[in-house]
Nanobody, 124 residues
């Protein structure tokens, strides 16, 4: 059974930082691009960041560029999202996902599998 598991979410204050982790089990995704998405209540799931299989290429949504950093450690079957300067619009459930194939790195419909999500809440 392929599983992705996110961790690291929590309740923080404006300007704080969090580091999310995503670990794969049952199958490794060391040869596949991976991505982070988020979904706020009442909104569609949106792209946050993506990383190539070897970490050599990254892409970010404009809303997080300069504040968030995506990285991966294939030896640990793990991917990370360092989030700095958090503010209330960043509040959402954050999901990791793997293997978008040819569907485009920013297209959530192209990814499978997904993790269960981790809640990030930024309080003002």
């Amino acid at each position: 059974q392929v599983q992705l598991a996110e961790s690291g979410g929590g309740l923080v204050q404006v300007g704080d930082s969090l580091r999310l982790s995503c670990v794969s089990s049952g199958r490794t995704f060391n040869r596949y691009p991976m991505g982070w998405f988020r979904q706020a209540p009442g909104k569609e799931r949106e792209f946050v960041a993506a990383i190539s299989w070897n970490g050599g290429s990254t892409n970010y949504a404009d809303s997080v560029k300069g504040r968030f950093t995506i990285s991966r450690n294939n030896a640990k079957n793990a991917m990370y999202l360092q989030m700095n300067s958090l503010n209330p619009p960043d509040t959402a459930v954050y999901y990791c996902a793997a293997d978008p194939g040819s569907g485009g790195y920013a297209n959530p419909a192209a990814y499978s599998p997904w993790g269960q999500g981790t809640q990030v809440t930024v309080s003002s």
